[in-house]
């Protein structure tokens, strides 16, 4: 299976992927405005004055891979005469889409970007409990929350999956592939 996505990793051209259609683009940024939305309640709420993400925090700021669809949202709003046609640069293991510590995408940024900092829950049904991985910087390790401070993502992500499937089949891409934000942060060829 791994082998099977590299070689398909292998064949696409990141910077190339084909815009989504105007369904799938409008149902991926409503999933995004409600994320946001969700977001800045948990934040507002009984999490207020906890959160330090704020512009110019950036230690979440990964390398992170995101799939086809997010990457084809992002190069949709990409203006590369911002950056002189250049290639981004940035620190080894940093997201190349940043600069003095500010995200240059923030507006476009994918669904990881939109939940970093939060308490994010994930329930694990075999198990039978919820897993929860937090930001250090806003929440430490012995904290207890309830559950009203988690962010719940296993519906956000099977609305995402099921958007990148309708998108990847729209256009005859894989859809497990996953796509490193650095091969989307140099102008096309």
């Known amino acids: ?17 084909p815009p989504p259609t105007r369904q799938v683009r409008d149902a991926y940024l409503q999933l995004a405005m409600e994320i946001d939305r969700v977001v800045s309640g948990l934040a507002a709420g009984r999490l207020a004055g906890r959160i330090r993400c704020r512009p110019g925090c950036s230690n979440c700021c990964m390398e992170f891979s995101v799939l086809p669809l997010e ?5 949709a709003g990409l203006d590369w005469r911002a950056t002189g046609g250049q290639r981004r640069k940035g620190r ?7 600069h ?3 995200c240059t995408v ?23 409990r919820i897993e929860v991985s937090a930001c250090p910087l806003n929440f430490a390790v012995d904290d207890v929350l309830e559950q009203e401070d988690l962010l719940f993502m296993d519906g956000f992500n099977e609305r995402l999956a099921a958007l990148n499937l309708r998108y990847s ?3 005859g891409v894989a859809a497990a592939v996953r796509i490193a934000l650095a091969d989307l942060a140099c102008p096309p060829a």
């Open 100 to 102: 003095d510590d500010r």
């Open 92 to 98: 080894k293991g940093r997201c190349l889409f940043l």
């Open 71 to 75: 990457a084809a949202m992002l190069l």
């Open 1 to 17: 299976m791994i082998g099977t996505v590299l070689a398909l990793l292998s064949m696409i051209e990141p910077r190339k992927l």
């Open 169 to 171: 089949q729209d256009n």
């Open 106 to 128: 923030y507006p476009r940024r994918p669904i990881i970007c939109r939940t970093q900092g939060m308490a994010l829950a994930y329930i694990d049904e075999i198990e039978e």
